[in-house]
């Protein structure tokens, strides 16, 4: 289709501006992209598949450019909106990406970058895109009951005493991570003030929640607040956004970590041990598993899940009208599968290990990333562009304090990545990023995670006080 013959009806079918656009301007548009796709030979031999994609993604860049001149017009909707069909997608999704990771060629590029970065961000392609929509009911049910499932499996063979001579350098790093979100809200709010809208302290208040511990932290600190549901809205864009950019960084720094431990000088003998004593134990309790250890597996990872959801509802959350939530039932949920995981690794439940335990809690994991990934959207980021600048300002904020504490006690990079993601990602993504390090390392972000959830209400407070200083609000 040439431009000359486009040209005439985009300038007889878009309104002034202001003015909402003719009903049947979008209709035409579609028309002449499913026509134009009809009769290119290029694609004729694909023309079933690809007319339905190509018309989701024509039809959303032009409902962009619409939108510049006109009131918001709704996204068409994406090719594909069923669970089971995006399941679908997702598991192939990550089934090419290892696939090519073992190709003698292909597998040349995941040497210099993780597979998990394409995990994430491949999903986040697709979404923006229109082939897989935004918002479904999978996303939701993987963070809320395969999640846990997965932190039970990873959890199962925690060494404790391991764990513990990692010593107090995780807990210094995760506590940087919180003081740099605390401090890089409000400059960041000094920064860009003038672009802001006046109410803006209050929403960026709910994102420094989410930013500290999670979705739960969002909501209530939003509540503190007094956080329009409209500015909650427009918050959770850079939340996104930001966020899953800085978590593919990390992803891709775990690829290159004995690199940069080496520069830095950093002491990595406890980690290394860590490994080490994992290795050994694997190694000593591996088998090929049964279908009855693979049943045994997956029906106490899911009924942890199940358990730990119930009894953390019925559990009291535990806060203050004033101050909000500090343990809520979502909080109660991952302290339960966090104690019920290190108290099996203490029994013969932690030999299935050998069995493949870790493994099927990888996949669970790295099901979670792909729908993490393909939660997130490229889409019409120019909207709220004030915000997104004001975001990543935040976040450098945010990792010079990190890798300023990390020089001063040489801490390796793994400390660096899961104490910003106990912060920035909680319970959902921590483990995440460690287990990219090594699937030993999991636990260590699952539990510092934890330790984020409680600390989200009192820091977000403070947050609040001087984010309201900084856009100098009167708190009317």
Known sequence: ???????????????????????????????????????????????????????????????????????????????????????????????????????????????????????????????????????????????????????????????????????????????????????????????????????????????????????????????????????????????VFVANIWMGVLLYLSGHQKAIDRRTGANTAAIDELKRRMIEFHERVSRTPTLADLIIILALAFMASWLSFKVGMLLPEIGSERYGTVISHSTWKYILVTTAGIVLSFTRARNLEGAGASRIGSVMLYLLVACIGAHASFAGLHRYASFIVAGFIWMAVHITVLLSVAKLIRAPIFFVAIGSQANIGGAASAPIVASAFHPSLAPVGALLAVGGYVLGTYAGLLCMYMLKWAAHADGG
């Open 1 to 239: 289709m040439k431009l000359a013959r486009v040209t005439p009806l985009l300038a007889a079918g878009l309104p002034e501006h202001g003015q909402g656009p003719p009903q049947d301007t979008l209709w035409h548009l579609e028309t002449m992209a499913q026509a134009a796709l009809a009769h290119a030979t290029l694609v004729r031999p694909f023309v079933g598949w690809t007319r339905g994609v190509a018309s989701s993604i024509t039809l959303r860049m032009l409902a962009e450019i619409l939108a510049q001149t006109g009131p918001d017009i709704p996204d068409p909707a994406p090719l594909i909106t069923d669970p089971a069909g995006i399941l679908a997608v997702l598991l192939t999704v990550l089934a090419v990406i290892f696939w090519l990771a073992q190709h003698p060629v292909a597998g040349r590029v995941f040497k210099i970058v993780p597979s998990l970065v394409f995990c994430y961000f491949v999903p986040t392609t697709l979404t923006t895109f229109g082939v897989i929509p935004e918002q479904s009911e999978l996303y939701s049910w993987v963070k809320e009951f395969v999640l846990p499932a997965s932190l039970l499996l990873l959890i199962l063979a925690l060494d404790v005493p391991a764990i513990l001579r990692l010593g107090p350098k995780a807990v210094i790093m995760m506590l940087a991570g919180t003081l740099g979100v605390v401090i890089g809200g409000p400059i960041a709010m000094l920064i860009c003030r003038d672009s802001l809208p006046e109410e803006a302290w209050r929403g960026m208040t709910a994102l420094c929640g989410s930013w500290i511990g999670g979705g739960a932290n969002f909501v209530a600190l939003g509540q503190i607040a007094d956080t329009s549901d409209s500015m909650l809205g427009i918050m959770v864009i850079p939340d």
